[in-house]
């Protein structure tokens, strides 16, 4: 299986650019994995988040393969502990499917079509987190549950 985390916007903070590679190199010792930037939607005037969330939508969508199985990082998801994360990549694996895209959306969030297309959706917390921090968290997450799957002693029960 391979693992494949696709973001919008480009990060302008140097400690989560360092932070991502960190962590990506870590996850890559136990899986395939691929890190995709869609570019942020600019619009002149006054901002018009439907448009921006189909722009990215559709940018989204491009990235998609039709038998991706399509997870979205969401404040509706289910929200996991880090040894339930682990569980639920386990089972994902256990399906052999091929590839994994787990989404993080934009500051205005989610088309309508993208949600369609998602098969299930992971909240990282109830509270709300900068799309650019989201994705930090979530490299650190991944990166655990594949230890708590290994049984390394990083995380702490």
Do not use: C
């Amino acid at each position: 299986m391979k693992i494949r985390l696709i973001v919008v916007g480009k990060t302008e903070q140097r400690w989560i650019e360092e932070g991502l590679k960190n962590y990506f190199d870590r996850i890559g010792q136990y899986i395939s994995f691929d890190y995709v930037i869609i570019p942020e939607v600019k619009l002149t005037g006054k901002p018009d988040p439907d448009r921006v969330r189909k722009a990215e939508g559709d940018a989204i969508m491009r990235k998609i393969d039709s038998n991706d199985h399509v997870i979205l990082l969401d404040e509706r998801g289910s929200q996991y502990t880090s040894e339930e994360l682990a569980d639920f990549l386990q089972k994902l694996m256990n399906q052999s499917l091929k590839q994994v895209v787990f989404i993080v959306g934009g500051a205005w969030g989610f088309h309508e079509e993208v949600y369609h297309r998602a098969r299930s959706m992971v909240s990282l917390s109830r509270m709300t987190f900068n799309h650019q921090l989201v994705r930090l968290i979530f490299a650190e997450q991944l990166y655990r549950a594949f230890t708590i799957l290994r049984g390394e002693p990083y995380h702490h029960r």
